[in-house]
T-cell receptor, first 111, second 115 residues
């Protein structure tokens, strides 16, 4: 089967750093993506890791360890607008671009 | 560019009725996807298409059919709606080459209630 595990909720204060973990078990693995979704709106792409290591995009960074089937999203200098749901998603094959999504982590940023 | 658009935004159906959800993209993307999202859950893939005239089943295809007659459009059909199909439906598209071709672009969603 295919499964992704991520915490259901995380709370942090404005200006802090938060890490959202994702572990996966899938029949194939081509890469790990992260998406953000505000209040049930359209999910938007944040980052993608195909190789081990850290990818940095502004305040957001994403890490992947293929040997551990593990990744995380790191959000720095948290702002109130970062309150949203964050989904990790595995790309199990290269030729279809399909994604298998985790159930999401709701991040609440407090003043 | 409008990106990915979905029609309608909201719909209420009675059990047994049928309907078609329309997804359109203006980015010349080859790949298109239909997902459903239930409360507190992630997105689950219903059907997808890797090009005009092609379709394939995703994780939860039962009760749905799709068609991709034109590259820019991907239609999702419910032949006989059931309350279990109450959900938010998202369409997404993805290119096959160039910068960030691994990124899926999502539409705003269709909120469907089946009573």
């Amino acid at each position: 089967g295919q499964s992704l595990e991520q915490p259901s909720e995380v709370t942090a204060v404005e200006g802090a750093i938060v890490q959202i973990n994702c572990t996966y078990q899938t029949s194939g693995f081509y890469g790990l993506s992260w998406y953000q979704q505000h209040d049930g709106g359209a999910p938007t792409f944040l980052s993608y890791n195909a190789l081990d290591g850290l990818e940095e995009t502004g305040r957001f960074s994403s890490f992947l360890s293929r040997s551990d089937s593990y990744g995380y999203l790191l959000l720095q200098e948290l702002q109130m607008k970062d309150s949203a749901s964050y989904f990790c998603a595995v790309r199990p094959s290269s030729n279809t671009g399909k994604l298998i999504f985790g159930q999401g982590t709701t991040l609440q940023v407090k003043p | 560019n409008a990106g990915v658009t979905q029609t309608p935004k909201f719909r209420v159906l009675k059990t047994g009725q049928s309907m078609t959800l329309l997804c359109a993209q203006d980015m010349n993307h080859e790949y298109m996807y239909w997902y459903r999202q239930d409360p507190g859950m992630g997105l689950r893939l219903i059907h997808y298409s890797v090009g005009e005239g092609t379709t394939a089943k995703g994780e939860v295809p039962d009760g749905y059919n799709v068609s991709r007659l034109k590259k820019q459009n991907f239609l999702l059909g419910l032949e006989s709606a059931a309350p279990s199909q109450t959900s938010v439906y998202f369409c997404a598209s993805r290119g096959t080459s160039g910068y960030r071709s691994y990124e899926q672009y999502f539409g705003p969603g269709t909120r469907l209630t089946v009573t």
